[in-house]
C-alpha cells in the first residue's frame, strides 16, 4: 500500500506512547475486560502495597426469534471472527441444534458445536474438564467468545470452563431456559459442584452478552418451567412487589402455556410474560452487578438459597422446589421476626404453591441435616448467616444474621404445621 510516511510516523508515535499509557488501545486480550493497578513501595522496597481493579462489560437482551436469520444479533459477535464454538446442552441441541446451524450457515460463520448433557447430575467438575479440553483441541482463542446455549447447568459448568480457560476467556449466553434466562445466565457466579457438595468449585465470570428468548420456553417440560418460576418468585418477594403481583395475575397459566409460548395469538398474555421475565432481570443484575465478587453478604437474590443448599442434593429435590422451601421457611421466620405480618406470610407461601412449588420436603424433618447446612453457610458468609428475608412488605429485603439451632427447629416445626 502507498502509505504516507509523516503519517505512519505520528501512529508509531502514538502507538509508542499508548505502549506504557494504555495497553488495552494498542494490544488488547480482549475487547471486553479492561484492569489497573496502583503499585507502592517504601524505600528499600521491603515492604510493597498494590490496589488493583478490574472492569468488565457485559449486555443483557431480551428478544424474541434470536435463531431467526433476520436477527443479527449473534451475527455482530461472530461475523468479524469469522467462526464460532459453541458449548450446547444435548437436549436443547435436540430441539434447536438444526435452527442453530441454519443460523450460522446463513450468515457464512463456521460453526463448531460441542454437546454435552447437562443434567443437574453432569454439574460435575468432570463435565468442566471435558469441556476445557475440548476448547483446547478446537485452539479457541482469548479473543473469541464461546457460545454456550442452554440452561442452568450449561450456564454454570461451561462458564465456569471459560473462567477456568486461558485464565479468563469471554462468552456469549443464550438462554433456553428459565433458569438460565433470568438467573444462572447473566450470573458472574459460575461453578460445578463437587465431592457431594454443591457449588464447591466456581469463579465469578458473567458473560459479556446475555440473551434471552422465551420462544425456547416452548420444548421445555413443564416440570423445567415450574422449577425454574422458584428465581422469579425470588426477586419478586424481595425486590419488586409489581413483579410479585403480575406472577399473582398469571399465576399457573404461566406452566400450562410456557410462558405464553403455546398461545402466540394471546398477545396481551406474552406481553405480561416478557414484563415478568425483565422485571425479574432487572431486579436480579442490580443485586449482582453492584456485589460482583460477594464482597459483602447483603445479597436479595439469596432469598431461598440459605438452609437450601445443604438438602438439595441428600434430598434428589430440584433446585426450583428447593429454593421454594427454602422461600416458604424464609417469610415464616421473617413473620415471626417481626419483619411481616402473618398475613403477607401466607400470601407468599399461597404464591409458591399456585405456582405449584413445594413448601415442604420430608428432609426438613432432620434437623441435623438443616443446622448442617446453616452452618456451612455461615462459613460461606464470612462468618455471618445474613439470611435474606422479606422486611416491611413483600418486594423490600432485610436479613435475619442470628438463629440459633433451638429456635431453628421450632421455626420449622411451626412451619411445618402451617404447611400443612
Not at 508515535?13 to 506504557?20: G, P
Not at 464460532?84 to 438444526?98: P, R
Not at 403477607?344 to 407461601?349: G, P
Request: proline share 4%.
Amino acid at each position: 500500500s502507498k502509505a504516507d510516511p509523516e503519517l505512519d510516523a505520528v501512529y508509531g508515535s502514538n502507538a509508542a506512547y499508548l505502549e506504557c499509557a494504555d495497553p488495552h488501545a494498542v494490544f488488547p486480550t480482549s475487547i471486553y475486560r479492561m484492569c489497573d493497578g496502583h503499585v507502592h513501595a517504601n524505600h528499600d522496597a521491603s515492604v510493597i502495597e498494590g490496589v488493583m481493579s478490574t472492569s468488565i462489560t457485559t449486555t443483557i437482551k431480551i428478544q424474541t426469534g434470536v435463531l431467526n436469520p433476520t436477527n443479527l444479533t449473534l451475527c455482530k459477535v461472530y461475523k468479524p471472527i469469522g467462526k464460532c464454538v459453541a458449548v450446547v446442552d444435548q437436549f436443547v441441541d435436540e430441539k434447536w441444534g438444526e435452527d442453530l446451524c441454519k443460523y450460522f450457515a446463513h450468515h457464512g460463520v463456521e460453526l463448531t458445536k460441542l454437546v454435552y448433557r447437562a443434567m443437574e447430575a453432569d454439574k460435575d467438575i468432570s463435565t468442566v474438564e471435558e469441556i476445557l479440553k475440548d476448547l483446547k483441541m478446537h485452539s479457541v482463542s482469548r479473543n473469541e467468545p464461546v457460545l454456550i446455549v442452554g440452561g442452568g447447568v450449561i450456564a454454570d459448568v461451561g462458564g465456569f470452563a471459560t473462567a477456568l480457560y486461558h485464565r479468563n476467556t469471554a462468552y456469549v449466553m443464550l438462554c433456553t431456559s428459565i433458569v438460565s434466562g433470568i438467573d444462572a445466565g447473566p450470573s458472574p457466579r459460575t461453578c460445578c459442584d463437587g465431592f457431594g457438595y454443591k457449588n464447591l468449585y466456581g469463579a465469578y465470570h458473567p458473560p459479556v452478552l446475555t440473551l434471552t428468548d422465551r420462544t425456547f420456553f416452548n420444548t421445555l417440560k413443564e416440570g423445567w418451567v415450574r422449577h425454574g418460576i422458584a428465581e422469579i418468585v425470588k426477586m419478586a418477594v424481595v425486590k419488586d412487589l409489581s413483579l410479585f403481583e403480575l406472577l399473582e395475575k398469571a399465576g399457573s397459566r404461566l406452566i400450562t402455556t410456557k410462558f405464553g409460548t403455546t398461545c402466540p395469538e394471546d398477545t396481551e398474555f406474552g406481553e405480561m410474560c416478557d414484563a415478568i421475565i425483565g422485571k425479574a432481570m432487572e431486579g436480579y443484575v442490580k443485586s449482582e452487578y453492584g456485589n460482583l465478587w460477594e464482597t459483602h453478604q447483603c445479597r436479595p437474590h439469596a432469598y431461598g438459597h440459605t438452609w437450601s443448599p445443604g438438602y438439595e442434593i441428600p434430598a434428589g429435590m430440584l433446585h426450583g422446589h428447593a429454593v421454594a422451601t427454602g422461600m416458604g421457611f424464609g417469610a415464616h421466620l421473617a413473620f415471626r421476626e417481626g419483619f411481616i405480618t402473618e398475613g403477607e406470610s401466607r400470601r407468599i407461601m399461597k404464591l409458591i404453591s399456585d405456582l405449584e412449588l413445594s413448601l415442604w420436603h420430608p428432609i426438613l424433618d432432620d434437623t441435623d441435616v438443616v443446622w448442617a447446612s446453616q452452618e456451612k453457610m455461615v462459613q460461606k458468609r464470612g462468618g455471618n448467616l445474613c439470611a435474606p428475608v422479606p422486611k416491611g412488605q413483600i418486594g423490600v429485603c432485610g436479613y435475619i444474621n442470628d438463629v440459633s439451632r433451638e429456635r431453628l427447629e421450632k421455626t420449622m416445626a411451626e412451619y411445618k404445621t402451617v404447611c400443612q
